[in-house]
């Protein structure tokens, strides 16, 4: 009711999701009583509501105006590598007739590349995938203003063998999920980037990174108007 997602008064049914951080995307024709497994969800269908749950994955959304249809996808690192955005777009193509060119995306909070810290295995399975993986990941040196302004002690004191671990590897994984639409000819000027990190204000937002895995869910909801 809030969304205004109502008919005289009627929520509209939700459709939601049991996420496994796959590449999986169900065709929704009519409400589903009991939650599918999968990422992604599409329709054509007016007054029904696709939603999925984050906390540090990206909420992605897809409408195209032109043909009356919409997407919802849980983009995390997995559902990234597995271009489960960009197979959404081309299912709604098969579908619904759907073309990039009327396509508007929105792409919601999540893990930004100021906290998102991974492992090099995993830009391994990026740069499998990706051409552009070099302008997705950005190595980070933590500050210590201690160790810079006494350099000498932390050097005398680390035994042989312990020196520097080196920069951390962060991954921008909004940025990721932006340059799969414009791979596949979504206009730049039609996507939007929220740009707000769940890990820097978890005031606002659920994370599950910073919150240690004790936290709640947000929900990323989209529908067509009758």
Same mark, same amino acid.
């Given at each position: ?36 497994? *999968?990422? %992604? &969800?599409?329709?054509?269908?007016? !007054? ?6 984050? @906390?540090?994955?990206? =909420? ?27 197979? *959404?777009? %081309? &299912?709604?193509?098969?579908?619904? !007739? ?6 508007? @995306?929105?792409?919601? =909070? ?117």
């Amino acid at each position: 009711m809030a969304l205004g997602a109502s008919n005289a008064g009627r929520p509209w049914p939700l459709v939601s999701l049991r996420q496994v951080h796959s590449d999986i995307i169900h065709i929704i024709e009519s409400p589903i009583p009991e939650p599918l497994a *999968g990422d %992604g &969800l599409v329709t054509n269908c007016p !007054g029904i509501a696709l939603a999925i749950m984050t @906390a540090d994955c990206l =909420p992605v959304m897809l409408v195209d105006r032109r043909t009356a249809a919409a997407g919802v996808f849980h983009a995390g690192w997995r559902g990234t590598v597995q271009r489960i955005v960009e197979k *959404g777009l %081309g &299912l709604m193509r098969r579908q619904f !007739g759907s073309m990039p060119q009327d396509i508007d @995306a929105a792409i919601g =909070p999540g893990i930004g590349s100021c906290c998102y810290e991974v492992g090099d295995e995993l830009k391994t399975k990026f740069e499998s995938q990706f051409a552009y993986t070099a302008d997705l990941f950005h190595e980070v040196f933590e500050s210590n203003p201690v160790r810079e302004k006494y350099p000498m002690l932390f050097m005398n004191a680390r035994a042989p063998g312990h020196g520097d671990h080196g920069p951390k590897l962060h991954l921008d994984l909004a940025e990721a999920n932006r340059r799969q639409l414009l791979a596949v000819g979504v206009p730049e000027n039609q996507i939007t980037v929220l740009g707000q990190c769940t890990a820097c204000d978890t005031h606002k937002f659920f994370s599950h990174r910073a919150e240690k895995g004790k936290t709640g869910r947000m929900m990323a909801v989209v529908g067509i108007r009758p």
